[in-house]
């Protein structure tokens, strides 16, 4: 039997499923939503059924409910279905947990972190979607405003009669908030961000960062040099006046003739001393290991750094599952580097909040590059800094007004982080949203380093004040 992380995701081969909740709270309710048509389609207590999703509620409905779904049958237009729970009271209890089965019994289980979620009311437990056919992700995704924050958040109306009529009768009304809780990145002083709404929104992926696109290119990745400091350093002594080389310090001679009369023959001026040529930027420290290797491996790495956090730089060229995880001290998995099916290329973020990884657990088809880099090596942010899917910068600034944007239908989530790492590393969430973002937080003063979750071109820029 599999459990699944947050953030896991896993191939159907079974058009006929089931999805079943054991969730333990005050007032639930068990919703399964379907995106990609006109409206947001429900199936819960208050509506049982839908033809459109191929959705049944065949039992409970509450904290206790169980889903079956024929994919099969689902209409062309739903591209996505979302199994979530509202709650009362926030927090939801110890054991709460999700079934995923097929034709030959339980695929799976994903069980809930509660002891993050204390001040959620709504969470999306786990998403159905389609990518060359049908896949599974676990979730976990938290609002502290409870359901209408979350219905408003997959475009559809909170006051729509069959979701009310879900909530039991006495639970407090739903109120918005502008936030969207992420309890493994965002603390309680972080600021969020939160995209608007969509009347029909794009299919979003799982929570964990996918990409089935073309991985980037290598120079979207690679740190930014002065590629032109040495063709400055040639041109340096031309644009002063000065003969480069030996040629400058040799004295000038004149080879005409002496004037007429008793005065003697005037020396000639100096020429001006070459002006000292622009100093070359120094690279950025080169990788400490680079790994090369196929399929699933415990891979034990050398360190860039003796202490604090380094990058992970993280390339798969196979066609299915490519999972990463750092491993502690007792071989337990800890951080989630990679979550992808197809071809990957991405930086992430080792020992940000303390630590001291030495091992890596990887799960591939295919074969895979692995990179060790100091933290110097992150791209410098100064100007309007672009790139595509996940990646760690550097920040060396006073503190300032941050503008970010993502174009992308999953998880963008721009976190925070000292550079020295420990306990006290996290420094805050400047963006934590679904899909397509704009908007604006406060950048702490630097050095420091900008951990970005994304699945799509995103930008970083300063505001001037």
Known sequence: MRTFAMGEKTKLDDSAIGVEFEVSGEGLAAYCFSLGTADLDVVCTARPASLTSAVALVAGGAGTAEFHVDLSAVDDAVDRLVFAIGAQAPGFGAGSLIRLSGADGEIGRFVLPVADLTRERALILAEVYRRDGWRFGAVGQGYEAGVGELVRDLGGDPEQTLIVAAIPADAE??????????PDVAGPDATAGHAEPQANPEPAEPIAAERDAEPAAPSELAPETASGAESAAATAPAASGAKPGAEADREPTSDSEPTRGPEPEPEPEPEPEPEPAPAAVEEPSAPAAV?????????????????????????????DNFVVWTLDADLETDKLLANAIGAYRGRALVDERGGHTSRLKIEADGEWTVRLLAPEAARVLTDRLTGSGPETVRWTGPRTVLAMTHAGVSNFIVGTFAEHGGDEAYLGTLANAIGDYEGESILPKGPCLIELEADGDWSLTPVAG
């Open 291 to 319: 790994y090369d290797g196929r399929g699933d491996k415990v891979l034990s790495i050398t360190r860039p750094v003796e202490v604090g956090p380094f990058l992970v730089e993280l390339e798969a060229r196979g066609s």
């Open 173 to 182: 009304p739903v109120r918005p908030s502008p936030a969207i809780a992420r």
